[in-house]
């Protein structure tokens, strides 16, 4: 499987004030990035998502994903931000770190699954969130994301 997630695609110390705002960030640098070819449209398909339920987990993690023709490749993109924003979670906290996935629309069955469930374990994995948490390093929390993505 390939790559999904490199020091590229994390964004750390990020000042930004809602969860929309924070959604348009991950669909302008995922446009930058070349893993979509419409930042409006893999916004209206990641709002598309949102509305549906809570894509906010806990202790400060949310998974927004969104299936797209947009959405050109798979990937995951990490944003921390400097303070927590309003965002439906589970556990009713404001989010401060979104780990986005990006897949395109002829990948929306196994791709999408896959991140979706690689992700939500990593997220059940204390000693995984305080290391996204602890490093300001957009190179560690990439390879940790990626080495919980690939595992099998």
């Known amino acids: 499987m390939s790559q999904f997630v490199t020091e590229a695609n994390v964004f750390v110390g990020q000042s930004i004030a809602s969860r929309e705002e924070l959604i348009r960030f991950v669909c302008e640098k995922a446009l930058e990035l070349g893993y979509a070819s419409d930042a ?17 987990m806990t202790d400060g993690f949310a998974v927004p994903h969104a299936k797209s023709a947009a959405i050109t490749a798979p990937a995951v993109l990490v944003v921390k931000n400097d303070h927590p924003v309003e965002w439906p979670s589970f556990d009713g906290k404001p989010v401060d770190i979104a780990i986005a996935l990006l897949v395109p629309d002829d990948e929306a069955g196994n791709t999408h699954i ?15 969130k305080n290391l996204v948490r602890g490093s300001e390093d957009a190179k560690e929390i990439a390879a940790a994301v990626e080495a919980g993505i690939s595992e099998e």
């Open 40 to 56: 409006d449209a893999a916004y209206g398909a990641f709002m598309a998502r949102e509305a549906m339920g809570e894509t906010g």
């Open 114 to 128: 896959k991140l979706l469930s690689k992700t939500a374990v990593l997220l059940m994995r204390d000693e995984f």
